[in-house]
């Protein structure tokens, strides 16, 4: 019997994953009403629930794709992964207020290049403070604390070796669980709660999944102005990190 | 129609990705600049001309919408798919980098945030909410009167 059950979770596993997702959110609206009097809201339990469960996926699997690693849960990793949580990005923009997110343009820019400078900066001098000497090592470093996916594109262009390249993408992982579970702590400490915030907030953490996560776990209103900006933050540090940062650094360490 | 709602909304997310793309080859990036946020920009222009000539009927609304309040159920599923077992075993020199860039980063956000002035926003943002959040049947009866008039 659960040998079949298991079939009909591998054989419709986006169907799977539609029921065991809807239910991790039923649950965590009820936890967070009943547990918490409704002071924590209940998407943030859920992607926290969520990520634990990652956890336990990757260390019962040993794979790198969390509970999608399990194949009767496979379907996560379609629900989940970078096509449709683009495509329900984009779906956000229709509420959009125009109005709002033309005054926050400015904002958004600045955050932008303070969120690839910033990030970048703290990377390299950890890097350097343990002990990384050469120019390559440190920009790699450097760029997985920007994001995840700026790390290895920086890495593989400028010949990093694969333990730096491993560090760098650990950097901008951690970097994104952490955006996830620390955005709604800390969302009313730095002001948090409007349009034009959340479009210097997604610029600033760039990281999109960390920022999707963040603001669904936050407010929902606020999702579309942080995406809108964050979107950007991956190829804008693609484009400076092997080039204007690479040869600033080099610069400075010789 | 439903699906003409939603083939907008995929219209849409295509063309942005495939002009990141462009960018990123006219920049000489190994990466997609700024796809899904063309997309995004794409869509709102969408609307806007949709509402102004009259076309947004319900149904389109809907397509694109049923989207929307799938974004968080779909987060979730992304957060449950992360290599967080990578992030928590990574040591010292990956905890400080990252952590480090998250609370400088927090920090700028407030600062930012205190630059000009603070408003919570228009109720069109709030509605908008409502339905990012999955609750579609909490909107106000006359919301869409209420977003027509800001239109105008």
């Known amino acids: ?254 | 129609m439903i699906i003409a709602g939603v083939a907008l909304l995929a219209a849409c997310t295509l063309v942005g990705v495939y002009l990141g793309d462009l960018l990123g080859v006219a920049l000489g990036v190994k990466a997609n600049v700024g796809g899904v946020g063309i997309a995004m920009i794409l869509l709102i222009a969408a609307r806007v001309w949709l509402v102004r000539t009259g076309r947004l009927t319900k149904n389109v609304k809907f397509g694109v919408e049923f989207w929307g309040g799938m974004y968080i159920p779909i987060v979730v599923a992304m957060a449950a798919q992360q290599n967080v077992v990578a992030a928590v075993s990574g040591g010292p020199i990956v905890i400080i980098a990252a952590l480090g860039s998250l609370a400088i980063c927090f920090a700028a956000v407030a600062l930012l945030s205190r630059l000009g002035g603070r408003d919570a926003g228009s109720p069109e943002v709030a509605q908008g909410g409502a339905i990012l959040g999955g609750d579609f049947d909490e909107r106000p009866a006359d919301a869409s009167a209420i977003s027509a008039s800001r239109k105008g």
């Open chain 1, 1 to 254: 019997m659960w040998h079949g059950l298991e079939h009909v979770f591998v054989e419709q596993s986006l169907v799977a994953a539609f029921a065991v997702v809807g239910a991790l959110i039923l649950v965590s609206n009820v936890a967070a009403k009943k547990l918490t009097n409704g002071r924590v809201h209940g998407s943030a339990i859920a992607i926290v629930l969520g990520l634990a469960l990652a956890y336990v996926g990757g260390v019962f699997t040993g794979g790198k794709k969390g509970l999608a690693d399990i194949p009767a849960l496979a379907g996560i990793g379609l629900m989940g992964g970078a096509m449709l949580r683009d495509f329900a990005i984009v779906a956000t923009a229709f509420e959009v207020d125009v109005v709002e997110a033309r005054r926050a343009g400015l904002v958004g820019v600045l955050a932008l290049a303070l969120g690839t400078l910033l990030p970048f900066v703290v990377g390299t001098l950890t890097a350097v403070a343990f002990g990384y000497h050469d120019a390559v090592s440190i920009t790699t470093i450097g760029a997985g604390a920007i994001t995840y996916i700026v790390g290895p594109v920086t890495g593989a262009a400028l010949g990093a070796d694969s333990t730096v390249m491993a560090l760098s993408i650990a950097t901008g992982v951690t970097k994104a669980v952490g955006v996830m579970v620390g955005t709604p702590l800390v969302a009313k400490l730095i002001g948090l709660d409007n349009p034009r915030s959340a479009m210097a907030y997604g610029g600033l953490m760039g990281t999109v999944s960390g920022v999707a996560g963040g603001l669904a776990a936050t407010d929902p209103k606020l999702v579309p102005y942080g995406a809108l900006t964050a979107t950007f933050h991956t190829g804008i540090g693609c484009l400076v990190g092997p080039s204007v940062l690479f040869l600033t650094v080099r610069a400075i360490v010789g």
